[in-house]
Nanobody, 122 residues
Framework: QVQLVQSGGGLAQAGDSLRLSCAAS????????VGWFRQAPGKEREFVGV????????HYADSVKGRFTISVDKTENTVYLQMDNLKPEDTAVYYC?????????????????WGKGTLVTS
């Protein structure tokens, strides 16, 4: 069982930066994949980025590549999503997710554990 508690987000101007946090608790986190997804009003949830908890590899959606970065602080058991050069189209509720996987899935249905989401308005 893994629990994810999100914080951060809020209102930002275009071009600004924000950092989202996702504090994880549970056993065996080192074997998990952690992903970030977002859902804009009236749209389906979409993939943002994914990374192994170990940090060995990551993958991002084309829409955020070069602007968003996932990192993991293993001492704090916290996953971060650093969002730079925010654009109006980045406005959405952002969710962190975790799952035991053999590959870094970009599909939301592949993830068992979810944070409650945090709103980012840009």
């Amino acid at each position: 069982q893994v629990q994810l508690v999100q914080s951060g987000g809020g209102l930002a101007q275009a071009g600004d930066s924000l950092r989202l946090s996702c504090a994880a608790s549970g056993r065996g986190l080192g074997s998990y994949v952690v992903g970030w997804f977002r859902q804009a009003p009236g749209k389906e949830r979409e993939f943002v980025g994914v990374q192994w908890w170990s940090g060995s590899s990551s993958h991002y959606a084309d829409s955020v590549k070069g602007r968003f970065t996932i990192s993991v602080d293993k001492t704090e058991n916290t996953v971060y999503l650093q969002m730079d050069n925010l654009k109006p189209e980045d406005t959405a509720v952002y969710y962190c997710a975790a799952d035991l996987q053999f590959s870094m899935s970009t599909e939301a249905q592949a993830y068992e554990y979810w944070g409650k989401g945090t709103l980012v308005t840009s």
